[in-house]
Each structure stands twice: as structure tokens, then as C-alpha cells.
């Protein structure tokens, strides 16, 4: 992956001699068993049907994507899936942004800040980490909720408001838990980028008589967008996903499209169709990754 | 020639390892059961007493389990199935006849909840707890009566409500309000049951079938319709949250025990059913998840703080149905909730 996105190609200098290739097959195992083979069995489950028990049946049929794309009494294309999936796409969408308007300059300062420092701004970036994301979920209702830290805080004690703020089971709540969690992906990457920029590129367009904005636009931004680009995947791709957190936070009034996938195997007995939903999604993300290496690609040249 | 080696070395390794496990074989039992509903004091207590290490492994709803053990590959010996997964299970002839010789604490049971239409004979399952769905009213916020889902979805309670995260549950509840049975989802009553979800659906603030007393003890909501055994639970912490089954009828679920058919150790797992029917064993079940026991003779042990809970024990006469297996209607009614829930941004 990091290959495809920023650094160097560097095949068709070396061939991994025997040594490379042992060195490798973990790895390459690992993605056999456990990325490979279950998207295989997707893809072929989305093709299959069900029994009255939920049993898959290998009987071909095209009725899950169907039921994906086109409406089932006008048979023209839109659906309630597709409708979920935009809205999916919108929070998780926003959520990268807002990920990126408050962590790139975080990443910035902890790479420009002093070497010592650096460790000390890095772990207290990871620490979240060491604690498992359902339970940090959990806190933020604690903290949110009407009876919550946040409200009783706002209302007991400074009186700044008369009645209860509703701030859990929202939109608001959704996107809030997503860039909370995701935040660091984007912050990392983006560090590795800025610690590895050379100074003195940047003093050199000051030095050519470039304001603040023109060296980061022409200068900072290009060289750390290997970095922008990775951490961008990094938070779209799971929080397009993401189910935990919405059902959670959002209250599962406005499903997105991993609660839907969910809800398929765990209660509407269909795999077959949670296997296309599935699909749909790899498809998308396939189209993003394309889309974003082609960019990196035709911006290094 | 190292890599030879190395590979030699490998297989060896290989080759052990299955031995190595024979070597510390010793009795076990593999319960597969609902995250949550069996107490660790219970399967403790069955390994000091008998022996037997117990293997739990957990799942979140029937349609889960179900499609694991359908799958094959598995060798779990004990299940936890509500009743109209017992009942799909005996259709496909996935369950052990027990033998009741093993298992003579099946005395404790109240008759009235054996042989039920899901499990006739009462060859393939015994009980394990009883509940129902019914409305939870924070009687502090909510001063009108509340008697039935008509009051619940009357509009004056928009977003102050949480219900269960169950398209099943969801639709029964619709249908009970025309007088529909929870078992008979033909397309046209499901056609019936459309627009009184299109009322009802947004004025649900939180969907939640893991946990859905959070949300009424945080505050963000006044009312529920939950698992008898989260609102047994409220009233403990808070006299304020008061039970109502619905006046329209409510669902009554009996979640059972089971043995699949071919399990590896059958008699552990009768073992295991007739150790928790003890009434000293059942009642720490009670302890924790307070449904409706039905174990007669536990509930003689119970406090009587325990046997007061209108949730766990509803007095009066109420309507309740059970579930039966609707097979393939489960995706017709998980595309009606979907497209529901969906059409609710649309407007």
C-alpha cells in the first residue's frame, strides 16, 4: 500500500532473491487467508441465494445487486441503499475533513517542535490508543447525554443554559465520535511527512520572496502530501465502515451503511445480500484508491 | 540446504502439535450462549462441582447463532435458543432428544411453561428464562397514563423514545395495534403494517437492543419498550420506572437449552442443565439477569423484593404471544424497517 501512495517506485530495480520471497511469505500468506480468500467468498456468496433459514444456497442470481441499485416497484435506478450510502459516504467524508482541517497543523507542530519533544507529543497522540475504542465510546456518552458530565456542568454549575442540551443520538454526535476515533490516523501519517521535509526548501521560497501562503501552497503542500493522501484513506475508508460508534452515538435512527451490512447477517437472515452490500463497498473503496494514486502519480511527474 | 532443514523442522512441529493437545484432554463442555446471560458464579460453581472445564463462546441474537451452528464445522454441545429458533432447529432436525433420565431437576419447572407449541413433546429444550417486551414509563417525565403502544406513538413523546433494535419486534408491535398475530406477516399485513411505522418511527429517538436502559437512566429519553429484564433492572435502581405490557398484547419469550445434534459431549451437557435447574444454582441467574424465572422452585428462594419487580413477575392477566419461525418474511421485514428508517432523512 505504501508503495502505491507516495513513495518512490523502486521495482524492477531489485527482484527479491529466495531469501526476500521467505522473508515474505507470512505476509503474504496473511493476506492470502485472511484478505483474499474472504473477499472471494464475498464475492461469491453476492452472487448466491437463501434459504428459509438464512443458509446460503449456490444458486447464481443478479436479484442482490439489484436490490442494491434499482427501486423495486418503479424498477428505475435509486434505492434505500443507495440513499444509505450516500449518506455514509457524507459523514464519513466530513469527518475526513474535519480530521484534516485539525490534524494537519497538530501533525506540523509535533514535527517541527524540538527532537526531544517529538516522543513525548507523539505518545500523548497514541495514548487514546491504549484503551479499546468501544469503551472511549462509551465515556462520550457518559459525556454527552442529557443527564451527562457536559449538560450538567452547563446547567448546575455555570447556568449558562436553562434546559438540557440534546447532543447525544445526532448527526453532530455521529461525526464527532468518528473524527475522535480516526483523528491519530490522520495525525500520523501526516507527522511522517513534515518530519521528513527539508527546511531548507522552505526558507528557500521565503527566500525567493514567497509569503507564508504562497511556500505552503507551493512548497509545503506538495512536498507532504504522500502523507495528506495516506492519512485521507486512512480515515475515509473505516469510517465508511464504521458501525459501532453510529448505532452508538447516532442512536441507529439514520443507519449508515455498515449498520445495514450488520443487520444482514446478525438479524434478516440474508448473507447473501450483506455480501453484496459488501462488495459495493470494496468496489468503492477501489474507485477512491485508484482515484487518489492516480492523482499522487500524475502530481510526481 | 538450511531452508531444507528449517522445513523439516516445521513439519515436525506440525505433527506434534495435535498430540500434544490429545496428551491434555481431559472433560470438557462447549456452551455457546448469549453474551450476558449466563452468571460466571454459575459455570464456575459446574467446574468445582463436577469437574468439567466449561468453553463459553458468546453470540448476540438467535439469527447468529443459528447460522454458526447451521454452517457445520462447529462442536458446540450446549445452545441457548428463544423459542422460534428451537423450533426452526427441530424442523431441520438439529437438535439431540434429551435424556430426561440425566436430568431429573427438570421436576423444578413449572409445567406451564414445558411443552409449548415451539418444542410440543418437550424432547428437544428446556427453559431457561421467561420475559416479555413491554413498556418502560419514567413516571417523573410522563404524567398521562400510558397502557398500550397507541399511547407511546401518540406524538407527544417525539424523540423521548427508545426502542429495541429488532425489525421483528418493531413490526409485532405495529401489528398488535390492528389486531394482527406477531406470526402471521403476509404481505398484505405487512402492507397494513407500513404506515403506522411511518408514524411511529420518527419519533424514536435511540435504537438500541444491547442496552436500551442507558439511554432512560442518562435521561435522554421517557419511555421504552424493552426486555422485561432491562426494566426489571431500572425499577431496581429507580422506583420511578414503572412496567406496562401493552394492553394491544405483547410478545413472551422463553429462551431455552438445547443440544445440537452429533455434539461431542452430550452427557457434560446434560450435566450442565441439570446442575443449573438446582433452585440454589437458578436463583443466582435470577441475581444477575432478572427475567421471569421458571424454575418454580427458585422462585420459592427468591427475596421478596425480587418477586415484587412488576417487570420480572407482571401481575394481571395480559395478552402474550410467542414467536413463531417466519423464515424467509425475516427479510421483508428488515427491508420494511430499512427503507423506513432511510425515508425518514428523505422528507
Do not use: H, I, R, Y
Given at each position: 500500500m505504501q508503495a502505491a501512495i507516495g513513495v518512490p517506485e523502486t521495482s524492477g530495480s531489485r527482484r527479491p532473491g529466495l531469501l526476500g520471497w521467505l522473508l515474505m511469505t507470512p505476509m503474504l500468506l496473511w493476506l492470502a487467508a485472511f484478505v483474499i480468500a474472504p473477499t472471494l467468498i464475498l464475492l461469491v456468496y453476492s452472487f448466491c441465494q437463501r434459504d428459509d433459514l438464512g443458509q446460503v444456497v449456490y444458486a447464481f442470481t443478479w436479484e442482490n445487486y439489484e436490490r442494491i441499485f434499482f427501486?423495486?416497484?418503479?424498477?428505475k435506478f435509486g434505492s434505500t441503499y443507495l440513499t444509505v450510502f450516500l449518506r455514509s459516504i457524507l459523514y464519513a467524508g466530513l469527518t475526513t475533513v474535519i480530521c484534516l482541517v485539525v490534524g494537519y497543523p497538530v501533525a506540523w507542530f509535533i514535527g517541527r517542535a524540538p527532537e526531544g519533544r517529538r516522543n513525548l507529543l507523539l505518545t500523548l497522540v497514541m495514548i487514546p490508543f491504549w484503551t479499546s475504542f468501544l469503551i472511549r465510546t462509551y465515556a462520550w456518552i457518559t459525556i454527552l447525554s442529557t443527564n451527562g458530565l457536559l449538560n450538567s456542568f452547563l446547567v448546575d454549575y455555570t447556568r449558562l443554559i436553562a434546559e438540557p442540551f440534546e447532543m447525544l443520538y445526532t448527526p453532530g454526535a455521529v461525526v464527532l465520535g468518528l473524527v475522535y476515533s480516526y483523528l491519530p490516523f490522520l495525525i500520523l501519517p501526516v507527522y511522517g511527512s513534515v518530519e521528513k521535509l527539508d527546511n531548507s526548501l522552505v526558507e528557500a521560497a521565503f527566500d525567493l520572496g514567497a509569503g507564508p501562503v504562497r511556500a505552503f501552497q507551493k512548497v509545503i503542500l506538495p512536498l507532504t502530501q504522500p502523507g495528506i493522501v495516506a492519512g485521507i484513506l486512512l480515515v475515509f475508508i473505516p469510517s465508511l465502515g464504521m458501525f459501532a460508534i453510529t448505532q452508538l452515538m447516532?442512536?441507529?435512527?439514520?443507519?449508515t451503511i455498515g449498520e445495514v451490512i450488520q443487520n444482514q447477517f446478525l438479524q434478516a437472515r440474508d448473507w447473501p445480500f450483506g455480501a453484496a452490500l459488501g462488495m459495493t463497498i470494496v468496489l468503492l473503496f477501489a474507485v477512491v484508491f485508484w482515484c487518489t494514486s492516480r492523482r499522487q502519480n500524475a502530481l510526481e511527474n | 540446504m538450511k531452508t531444507t532443514r528449517l522445513l523439516v523442522a516445521l513439519a515436525l512441529l506440525v505433527t506434534a502439535l495435535p498430540t500434544y493437545g490429545q496428551a491434555k484432554k481431559k472433560q470438557v463442555l462447549n456452551l455457546f450462549c448469549w453474551s450476558e446471560y449466563v452468571p460466571q458464579s454459575v459455570i464456575d460453581g459446574f467446574t468445582k462441582e463436577t469437574g468439567i472445564k466449561v468453553n463459553v463462546e458468546n453470540y448476540a441474537s438467535n439469527e447468529e447463532m443459528l447460522s454458526k451452528l447451521l454452517a457445520g464445522g462447529s462442536n458446540y454441545d450446549l445452545v441457548q435458543p428463544s423459542e422460534y429458533t428451537v423450533e426452526a432447529l427441530i424442523k431441520v432436525d438439529k437438535l439431540e432428544p434429551l435424556n430426561f433420565e440425566a436430568i431429573p431437576n427438570i421436576k423444578n419447572i413449572d409445567p406451564k411453561y414445558m411443552k409449548l407449541p415451539f418444542d410440543p413433546e418437550g424432547k428437544y429444550s428446556v427453559p431457561w428464562m421467561v420475559g416479555t417486551v413491554g413498556i418502560v414509563v419514567n413516571t417523573a417525565k410522563v404524567k398521562t397514563p400510558i397502557t398500550g403502544y397507541k399511547d407511546v406513538f401518540d406524538g407527544t413523546h417525539k424523540r423521548r423514545i427508545v426502542v429495541l433494535n429488532d425489525a421483528r419486534e418493531i413490526v409485532t408491535w405495529a401489528l398488535a395495534t390492528v389486531g394482527v398475530?406477531?406470526?402471521?406477516?403476509t404481505p398484505e399485513n405487512l402492507e397494513k403494517a407500513k404506515p403506522i411505522l411511518a408514524n411511529w418511527l420518527p419519533q424514536v429517538k435511540v435504537y438500541d437492543s444491547d442496552s436500551p436502559k442507558t439511554a432512560l437512566l442518562n435521561g435522554d429519553v421517557d419511555l421504552g419498550i424493552v426486555w422485561s429484564g432491562e426494566a426489571a433492572i431500572l425499577w431496581k435502581k429507580n422506583k420511578k420506572f414503572t412496567y406496562v405490557l401493552p394492553a394491544e398484547g405483547a410478545h413472551q419469550f422463553i429462551d431455552s437449552l438445547a443440544i445440537p445434534k452429533g455434539a461431542p459431549n452430550k452427557e457434560n451437557a446434560e450435566k450442565f442443565i441439570n446442575y443449573i435447574l438446582k433452585p440454589e444454582v437458578s436463583v443466582l441467574v435470577s441475581e444477575d439477569f432478572p427475567y421471569t424465572n421458571p424454575n418454580a422452585e427458585a422462585v420459592k428462594l427468591l427475596k421478596p423484593e425480587q418477586r415484587a419487580n412488576p417487570a420480572s413477575y407482571p401481575t394481571g392477566e395480559p395478552k402474550l404471544e410467542t414467536f413463531k419461525d417466519i423464515g424467509k418474511a425475516a427479510k421483508d421485514i428488515d427491508v420494511l424497517v430499512t427503507d423506513l428508517k432511510a425515508a425518514k432523512k428523505k422528507k
Open positions: 427501486d423495486p416497484d418503479t424498477g447516532g442512536g441507529g435512527t439514520e443507519p | 398475530s406477531a406470526n402471521d406477516l
